[in-house]
Structure formats: structure tokens, C-alpha cells
């Protein structure tokens, strides 16, 4: 959380940016967890954070092997090292993609089955969770700092006018954020149901 600081009289404008930054870093990760869910074209985003166990850790497959999609149903992993190719699929087949993958040689081929009508279902369940725990850090967000306004408030170092004028700004950040989160979660929603 950012340190909030409140000067009677300044400009808002710093408020405002340092506020809106807070709340787009969760708008960041919002897009990134919906690049994680599959709609009927491949991506390496799908499958890149899939943990291995390899070299005696846990690592994402990103870290062990090169991830392409050459086509819309295709995802091609080469593991700089042959020696995980076991371990890639075995955290593949763990994984929650519901996929199985295809050795041939040095590199792991994932087809991508077609979308069912269950899973479509299934995935505007897990898109509505993950907007809501953007919603959520976004709420959370606005309650810290609205806190701090109150605190600022309580200990004579602004006005109740200011106060109020902070919390009405405050307020319209956090619903052109929320909008944002929406915007997207709708866009990925339309992409579920056009498969």
C-alpha cells in the first residue's frame, strides 16, 4: 500500500494518479489471469506458470523450456533440457487444463480438444471468481485510502469539505477502475460464448 499523504489546498492531482496506479496494478493482474483462460486459441500465457518439478525444485514451465503456439489448437514445448520432458508432462497431466500431452522426441506437442458446452460454463465460472477478486483488491484499495482521509481528518490536518471532496474523488476512481475490470471480464465473456 502507498503512503497517502494529504495537503489542504494542493491539487488533487497526484492523489488521483497515485490512487488510480494502486488500483490499475490490480487491473494488471486481472488481464493476466485472463490471458490464463483458455478460449479455443492457444497462447503459451495458458500454460507457461504450470509448476515442474525440476533440478530439485519447483519451477514454472517457463523457466525449463520454450512454449509456442503455431497454430489455434497447438501448443509446442521444447524443454531447453531433455531430461524434464517426464516431469513437463507429469505437470501438465496434474494441471487443471483437462489436456494430455504428446511426446515426439525433443519436444511436447498439446491439441487443444474443442470447447463443450460444460466447459464454456465452467470457464464463465472461473472468469466471474477472478473478477470478483479483482473487485475485491480494487475495494480494498479504496478502503485503505479512505481510511487514511479519515485519519488525516480525525487529526486536524484537513478540513471535513477537503475530506468529503478527497472521498468523492476517491469514489470516482475506484468506479472507472471497477468499469475497466468489467469491460474486460465482458470481453472475455463474449470470446467463451463465441466458441
Not at 533440457?81 to 507429469?90: L, P
Not at 464463465?124 to 477472478?130: D, E, F, Q, T, Y
Not at 480494487?138 to 468529503?164: F, G, W
Request: glycine share 4%; aromatic share 4%; charged share 30%.
Amino acid at each position: 500500500m502507498a503512503n497517502y499523504t494529504f495537503t489542504e489546498g494542493a491539487s488533487t492531482k497526484p492523489f488521483e494518479q497515485v490512487v488510480e496506479a494502486d488500483m490499475l496494478k490490480h487491473i494488471q493482474h486481472f488481464e493476466k489471469e485472463l490471458q490464463k483462460i483458455r478460449t479455443g486459441r492457444a497462447h503459451p500465457s495458458m500454460i507457461e506458470d504450470v509448476k515442474v518439478s525440476a533440478y530439485g525444485t519447483i519451477m514454472p514451465l517457463k523457466e525449463v523450456a520454450a512454449i509456442s503456439a503455431p497454430d489455434a489448437q497447438l501448443l509446442v514445448i521444447q524443454p531447453w533440457d531433455k531430461t524434464v520432458i517426464s516431469e513437463i508432462e507429469k505437470a501438465i497431466m496434474t494441471s487443471d487444463l483437462g489436456v494430455t500431452p504428446q511426446t515426439d522426441g525433443p519436444i511436447i506437442r498439446i491439441v487443444l480438444p474443442k470447447m463443450s458446452s460444460s466447459r464454456r460454463d465452467e470457464l464463465s465460472k472461473v472468469l466471474g471468481k477472478r473478477l470478483e477478486e479483482c473487485k475485491i483488491a480494487l475495494r480494498n484499495v479504496r478502503k485503505d485510502v479512505h481510511t487514511a482521509i479519515r485519519d488525516t481528518e480525525k487529526d486536524k490536518k484537513i478540513s471535513e469539505d477537503y475530506s468529503k471532496r478527497l472521498q468523492d474523488l476517491l469514489q470516482k476512481i475506484t468506479d472507472k477502475v471497477t468499469a475497466q475490470a468489467e469491460t474486460l471480464s465482458s470481453k472475455k465473456e463474449a470470446e467463451i460464448k463465441a466458441l
